[in-house]
Each structure stands twice: as structure tokens, then as C-alpha cells.
């Protein structure tokens, strides 16, 4: 029996939570691998510029720089994507449009993998289970039509 300081004995400690234990080290490589097997998969399958993000972007860049295709229906339709357009949109201040796709990519698609890798360790002890389900999940969006180009594909998905 163990005491504290003032000689009240002290419950045992509990066992200690494996999936949890090694987590900083093995959930960020994890994470590190869905984040590549997504950008790869986005580069392959959604080429820059991807379907929709020619538009997107454009509309982006017409909110920083209203001069820019001034007079144009569409860049001066509603903006409707005010969040994507103010976050996204700086970007094309200082980087072309391709650029700014990558930009965008590369941040969503870390959000998504480290969102993707959190939940397969919450839901299951198995090993590299972040990254056997997010390749399951490309896989799939490959062989059929699941509407998965929204979540890995272009930057318009944001």
C-alpha cells in the first residue's frame, strides 16, 4: 500500500492505455502517411487545375482584387464561398492560381489526415489502422462513383 504525504493511503495507479501510450510518435507518422497517400492520390487522380477549381479560384483572386477581370458576370456574381474566398483567396495576392490549388491542398488535406488518423485510433487499437482505411477509401473512390472527389480531389472541396 502506497501513502501520500499525509499518510492517506493512495488508490493504485490505473493501467495504463496502450493505444493512447505511444501516440505523439506513432499518430503523427500515421498521420504524416495519410497526409502523403492523400496528396498523392489528389495529384494523380485531380490534376491542378481540377474540375471546379479554375472557377473557384478565379472567384477568389476577383474578392481580393476586385480590378482584376473587372466587368466580368461571373467573378461578379454572389459570393456564396465567402470563407473559402477570404481564407484562400489572399493567397492569390502574391501566387499564381496553380500555386494557390497546392496551397489550399496541401492545408486541407493535412486537416483531413489528421482528422482521418484521430478517429481510426479512437475507434480501434489495430495498428496503422489511419492508414489501411484512408487507402480503402481511395480505393474505392477509384472503382466507383462515391461523390469522393469532394473530399480528396481539388481544392474546391474546402
Sequence with gaps: ???????AAVPPALPRDDRTADFPRS?????????TSFLLYSAVAA????LNEPHYLA???????PGWCAGDMFLESVDAHVVFFGT???FTTWCSLPVTAWIGRVVSLAVLAGGWT??????TALPWAGLVSAWLFLTLQTIGNWSGEWVVGGVESM
Design 1 to 7: 500500500m502506497i501513502l501520500n504525504h499525509k499518510g
Design 27 to 35: 499518430g503523427w507518422i500515421d498521420a504524416a502517411l495519410v497526409w
Design 47 to 50: 490534376p491542378v487545375p481540377a
Design 59 to 65: 472567384k477568389a483572386r476577383h474578392f481580393w482584387q
Design 88 to 90: 484562400l483567396g489572399w
Design 118 to 123: 484521430t478517429l481510426a485510433r479512437r475507434l
